[in-house]
Structure formats: C-alpha cells, structure tokens
C-alpha cells in the first residue's frame, strides 16, 4: 500500500494550533492586548502550562510580549501580523460549531 504524505506545512500548522489551550490563547487574543493574568483567568489553564504556550507562540512568530518599564513591571502581550491572519480561521471554526456542534 502506499504510503500518503502529507503536506509539511499543513502538518506544522495542525501541530502548533493543535496543541492544548493553543488556539483559545489566540482567540483571547484577537481582541486586543492583554496582560498575562487576565489570559490565565480566561481560560482554566495553569500559569506554567500558559507561559510555555505563549513563548512558543512567540517563537512562531504569532505572538508579540510587550514590557513596559514601569513600577510594578507590565507585560502585555498581543498578536503580531502573522498572528491576525488566524483570525478567518479561528471565526471559521467558531462558526462552524456553533452550526455543528
């Protein structure tokens, strides 16, 4: 039989948004800024699990950590161009479970 290969791309984007909490932190996201604490009450996910998912989303280039040199120290984080391109898709599957599920 043989054997299907799939395409690489799609397979790194299934992997990314794939992963637990990953594509709920970008749809806190598409509404703005948003400092650390308010995306962990949003959502039931721990402080360790968030931090991890937010670097590697900074990594990929999705995510922008923004610090602010202030006394107490402010972070915010935002998503960058490449981020808001997820937007359609993350509405799209909104909107499909909302009509499927």
């Known amino acids: 039989m043989k054997e299907l290969s799939l395409c ?4 790194k984007a299934m ?3 794939g992963k637990r909490w990953t ?3 970008i749809y806190q996201l598409l509404d703005g800024s948003k400092r650390f604490n308010e ?3 949003s959502l039931p996910i721990s402080g360790r699990l968030l931090s991890e998912r937010l670097k590697e989303l900074e ?4 995510v922008q950590r ?6 107490p120290v402010r972070v915010e984080y ?6 808001m391109a997820l937007k359609n898709v993350i509405t799209g599957i909104e ?4 009509d499927w599920l």
Request: no cysteine.
């Open 8 to 11: 690489p791309r799609l397979s």
């Open 23 to 25: 594509t709920l932190i």
């Open 66 to 71: 923004t610090l602010f040199s202030e006394v």
């Open 95 to 98: 909107n499909w479970s909302k």
């Open 15 to 17: 992997e990314l948004l």
């Open 39 to 41: 995306i962990e009450s």
């Open 78 to 83: 935002n998503l960058t161009d490449k981020g």
């Open 59 to 62: 990594r990929e280039g999705i």
